[in-house]
């Protein structure tokens, strides 16, 4: 069984985040799957099941559980399906409650996927565990089926965020994305929009490196004040991702980024 792991949401290796890809023609028992992931020890492992050409089942698993969506794992299946297809120029990927998601090669060696949005709802009480695992002033706290999502007040407070990850584990599974929008006017960070971090520790990582299912609420939630048809979004991990993000009708958002391959194996089960 041929296994993959690619640097998503980066044009060059030991940047993005790195996913592990494996190809199926039929699913795995769920048990196996779980292990395989726990053994390569990534943010995520994808699992695509083949119905055509074109058309693909996707799982994620983290170390510790199967999680319900992930844009980078999506992204990093989808380069190794094109790079393996160099005659195919789109997929759907079916995911199990949240339907399909379109993926098309783009310009410049990016990958354009389609996703449907998940508009934050803001939060009148803020969780007293919530303050207190973080260090940096909170300007307001938005949630979505999946995280909190805290507004700063500037790209430095975010940069500096030192997180009390053990705190962020009593929040019930729930992860913390910290954002703002990006005042820095000088050097490589100022071509950015948004910037914002992810912290995971329920998820068996602490901090996530770069993270395409938060931008489907991050990107909702910033455009107004943007008042942009194309964001650039930068996630600040130790390894960094840089997203490129548009708004569509019909409560659907593109998200685009770039893959590098770092190797590729065989599993032997």
Not at 26 to 51: G, H, P, Y
Not at 119 to 141: H, N, T
Request: one cysteine or more; hydrophobic letters at 40%.
């Amino acid at each position: 069984m041929k296994i993959y792991q690619v640097d998503a949401f980066s044009d060059q290796l030991f940047k993005g985040n790195p996913a592990a890809v494996v190809l199926l023609e039929e699913w795995l028992d769920e048990c196996v799957m779980q292990n395989i992931a726990l053994e390569n020890n990534l943010s995520e492992t994808s699992f695509a099941r083949k119905i055509d050409d074109q058309n693909y089942e996707i799982k994620w698993f983290s170390p510790v559980q199967e999680v319900q969506f992930c844009g980078y794992g999506t992204l990093a299946t989808s380069f190794i399906i094109f790079k393996n297809q160099p005659e195919i120029e789109s997929l759907v990927f079916h995911v199990a409650n949240l339907g399909e998601f379109f993926i098309t090669r783009g310009a410049n060696g990016r990958i354009k996927m389609n996703f449907p949005v998940q508009i934050p709802s803001r939060m009148e009480q803020i969780p007293q565990a919530l303050k207190e695992s973080l260090s940096q002033d909170i300007a307001e706290v938005y949630i979505n089926p999946q995280a909190y999502i805290v507004i700063y007040q500037n790209t430095e407070a975010v940069l500096n965020e030192c997180p009390n990850f053990d705190l962020i584990k009593t929040l019930g599974g729930r992860r913390v994305a910290i954002t703002a929008l990006n005042d820095a006017t000088e050097g490589k960070m100022s071509r950015f929009d948004i910037v914002s971090r992810y912290f995971t520790p329920s998820m068996g990582i602490d901090e996530d490196p770069v993270t395409g299912s938060l931008h489907t609420s991050l990107i909702p939630l910033w455009q107004p004040l943007l008042k942009k048809e194309n964001i650039v979004a930068y996630q600040a991990s130790k390894r960094g991702g840089v997203l490129y993000c548009k708004l569509l009708e019909n409560d659907r958002i593109e998200i685009a980024g770039e893959c590098c391959l770092y190797l590729q194996g065989e599993i032997f089960i």
